[in-house]
């Protein structure tokens, strides 16, 4: 109807600026065959710029909040709460109101919704924000929903929402707010389903927790939850909580919190077929966005209904893989001591000079080492070279331990498959002058690229260093050079494991 008000099945992968990261990923759910979501539309952020624009007591506050830092506390609740306070009190535009009042008549008008903020910097890969703006449950009626409306724009200046995005380096003036307005669903059991678990990280193993009513007694830490742990299409583990109370919507509006009957507290919320039902949509929705999800979901006469899907983005990123082998992967950095993530042309550069098949994953490099593990000789080399850092080689022992990696069948000596590694030489001729030949060459070739170097520019000058690359290569992986090193890290060695006597 408008560009103020977009319905889920109307909106595109593109429109993130107008509906946020919850509303477009609501969008996004409802088209995917098999999964129910409630039905809803969104007020895009189209709407919440109109009813701000040409307020200049708005626009002035926000150029003080954006002057401040996390420690001014004072301040920012001060000016947070005169923008909440111009927020609602200015009027809904018409054109607006008109079209939430055209979507209600498709839905129903007498229908209970939930109303719901969907910020621009919000479930998004790198950061979540996830209940930094607010939440309004079994609002019925289109004042009421107007109204509501108000209240999420308004939230989006609620202090903790401010600090947060100045934490996560977000400026306040170019984070807008769209509301999502959805059809309320009244459930027996509702919770949050982490398709990676989140204490253990492990993508294999699912989570969900659960507990009767609706979700936000699990949500605002109201109650504990039921913890079902699922992998491979099988309950791995159940803990069951005490749960006391739930909160339920209530006929006139509203919700309310209620004791629940002693004999029912300790049951399970979900039945073990129902647990195995959810994590199954649960891989379902994760399979269609790619990436391990949090998913918020409700059960409702026997149908589990999706609210929310967003990345789970605590978890460490892994390299992309395009099979479905187990993999482990080594840093590279770590084993050099350079710990802090790599920036992106460091990544490149070391990409373009190594011979080892390296990955690229949170701003580091890593090499897959299970080829060496389905062999003893591999393994055995394996564990020698990271023996001096003692928590690798337990980890990797551990791997070992677990037999995550097979071992070839009757293969003890075969070669060390995918290995990557140029050959280490093991004798080389005690000659001295190595070291001063290798530096002599070495600055030769310096002052050379010197000269060569400064008649380029522009695109030139990138084709020049990608072709003198392999020049560097050449360099770098000298046999002769290889030898030194090599010669002072046996030395070391040698040292070490005789000191004693």
Request: glycine share 6%; aromatic share 8%; hydrophobic share 40%.
């Amino acid at each position: 109807m408008s560009h103020f008000v977009l319905g889920f099945h109307e909106m595109e992968k593109t429109q993130l600026l107008l509906v946020g990261g919850k509303g477009l990923n609501l969008g996004e759910l409802s088209k995917i065959q098999g999964i129910q979501v409630p039905e809803g539309f969104c007020v895009t952020t189209a709407g919440f710029q109109k009813a701000v624009k040409g307020n200049e007591t708005f626009q002035a506050l926000l150029a003080q909040l954006a002057m401040l830092k996390v420690e001014d506390r004072d301040q920012i609740s001060d000016i947070s709460r005169k923008i909440r306070q111009i927020i609602m009190e200015a009027e809904i535009p018409a054109d607006v109101a008109k079209a939430v009042a055209h979507y209600l008549s498709q839905f129903g008008e007498k229908h209970a919704y939930a109303v719901r903020s969907s910020a621009t910097a919000e479930d998004l890969p790198h950061a979540s924000f996830a209940g930094q703006q607010d939440t309004y449950l079994n609002v019925i009626g289109k004042d009421a929903i107007l109204q509501h409306i108000s209240k999420c724009w308004a939230s989006l200046f609620t202090e903790r929402a401010v600090i947060y995005r100045m934490q996560n380096g977000f400026d306040h003036r170019q984070v807008y707010l769209s509301v999502i307005i959805q059809k309320m669903v009244f459930p027996h059991a509702s919770g949050i389903l982490f398709t990676a678990d989140p204490m253990t990280s492990n993508r294999k193993l699912l989570s969900i927790d659960a507990g009767f009513g609706l979700g936000e007694a699990l949500v605002s830490g109201l109650v504990s939850a039921d913890c079902y742990k699922v992998q491979n299409g099988q309950i791995a583990d159940k803990r069951i909580a005490a749960k006391k109370l739930a909160i339920y919507g209530r006929a006139q509006g509203g919700t309310e919190t209620k004791q629940i009957d002693p004999d029912q507290q300790m049951s399970q919320a979900l039945t073990d077929g129902q647990i195995l039902q959810l994590a199954r949509i649960g891989r379902q929705i994760e399979a269609h966005f790619g990436q391990p999800q949090d998913i918020e979901w409700c059960l409702a006469d026997d149908t589990f209904y999706i609210v929310q899907s967003r990345p789970i983005t605590t978890l460490f990123p892994i390299p992309e893989a395009n099979d479905q082998e187990n993999h482990v992967y080594l840093s590279v950095g770590h084993q050099q001591m350079m710990t802090d993530p790599i920036k992106p042309l460091g990544l490149s550069f070391y990409l373009l000079i190594t011979p080892a098949p390296m990955r690229k994953a949170g701003g580091r490099l890593f090499v897959d080492v299970a080829p060496r593990l389905t062999t003893r000789a591999g393994r055995e080399a394996l564990l020698n070279t990271v023996g001096a850092d003692p928590l690798t080689k337990d980890a990797i022992m551990t791997v070992i331990e677990r037999d995550f990696i097979k071992l070839m069948p009757n293969d003890q000596t075969a070669p060390i498959p995918g290995n990557g590694q140029t050959d280490m030489p093991v004798q080389f001729e005690n000659d001295p002058t190595i070291v001063s030949d290798l530096m002599k060459r070495n600055q030769t070739s310096i002052e050379e690229l010197k000269q060569n170097i400064q008649a380029k520019s522009g695109s030139d000058l990138f084709d020049f260093i990608l072709e003198d690359i392999q020049q560097l290569k050449k360099i770098l992986f000298d046999p002769q050079s290889t030898a030194v090193f090599m010669a002072a890290m046996n030395a070391s060695a040698w040292i070490n494991e005789n000191m004693n006597e």
